[in-house]
């Protein structure tokens, strides 16, 4: 699968691992940095990484900054995009089934590598269900025509 992913300093060592794990697993993973520990400003790569996403250059994104949610925040003003914090294996499973979302946020300050790989592993491998959340991912879409 082809797969954007960044992250600030929050999340910059998660993001190398993510990355070569992914890698290693036999996807093109595109890493839009940051490329050091350096403070940053998480925008930055939620742009790049949703407009990757948004434009279909990658078919999922990956984010992650100390919290996730500054990602996610960043991430769901891209058109095309919709992306939510992966809190728990559950959780990511039902963004994904319900929510149809495209990009995973991690916290990067609350995540550790093995959990973080579950979560990714959930994210790319459950479908979305479609039926009745059809209908409310695309009510969803109808709101980007508001921004
Ligand atoms: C950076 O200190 C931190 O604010 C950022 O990584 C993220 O958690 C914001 O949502």
């Known amino acids: 699968m082809k797969i954007a992913i960044g992250a600030d300093h929050g999340g910059y060592e998660l993001k190398n691992q993510l ?8 996807h093109q993973v595109r890493d839009f940095g940051a490329n050091s520990t350096d403070s940053s400003d998480y925008p930055d790569y939620a742009a790049p990484v949703a407009h990757a996403v948004a ?3 990658a078919e999922r994104g990956i984010l992650i900054c100390g919290s996730g949610v500054g990602m ?6 891209v058109r ?14 039902l963004t994904r089934k319900h ?10 300050r609350f995540t550790d590598p093995a959990t973080a790989q579950t979560l990714v592993k959930t994210f790319l491998e459950t479908g979305f269900e479609g039926g ?12 980007e025509s508001e921004l």
Request: aromatic content about 0%; overall charge positive.
């Open 80 to 93: 095309g995009v919709r992306a939510a914090v992966g809190m728990t294996q559950e959780l990511v499973a």
């Open 99 to 108: 929510n149809d979302i495209n990009v995973l946020t991690l916290g990067g």
């Open 55 to 57: 434009d279909g250059q």
């Open 132 to 143: 009745r959340h059809e209908r409310r991912v695309e009510k969803i879409s109808a709101l």
């Open 19 to 26: 990355r070569d794990a992914l890698t290693a697993a036999g």
């Open 72 to 77: 996610a925040i960043s991430a769901n003003k």
